[in-house]
């Protein structure tokens, strides 16, 4: 059975960046949509990035718009979420969900943890 695996993550300073990943085991990415979905202690889990099926469109919500970036490297099948200047409220444990109609996968998350 599929399953999504996502290294990366880690603590890191006020303004600093991260770069997580996106990875299949027993699948691939091909035609499947990808989100990222950060989960803040005793908060529910808040779609931030996504990508298309093609990897064609993307989506960022207001609060990482200019900040987060979503890409594919198709040759490795992976997906990555590129986080620059953080700040303290992106402080989350992330999740990587691929859907492609019945099939749905999420990873296990990923701790990130801004503070100085």
């Known amino acids: 059975e599929g399953q999504l695996v996502e290294p990366g993550g880690g603590l890191v300073q006020p303004g600093g960046s991260l770069r997580l990943s996106c990875q299949p085991s027993?699948?691939?990415?091909?035609?499947?949509?990808i989100r990222w979905f950060p989960q803040a202690p005793g908060k529910e889990r808040e779609g931030v990035s996504c990508?298309?099926?093609?990897?064609?469109?993307?989506y960022s919500s207001d609060s990482v718009k200019g900040r987060f970036t979503i890409s594919s490297d198709n040759a490795k099948n992976t997906v990555q979420l590129q986080m620059n200047n953080l700040n303290p409220e992106d402080t989350a444990v992330y999740y990587c969900?691929?859907?492609?109609?019945?099939?749905?996968?999420w990873g296990q998350g990923t701790q990130v943890t801004v503070s100085s």
């Open positions: 969900a691929g859907y492609k109609p019945p099939y749905e996968y």
């Open positions: 027993g699948f691939t990415f091909d035609d499947y949509a």
């Open positions: 990508m298309s099926p093609s990897g064609g469109s993307t």
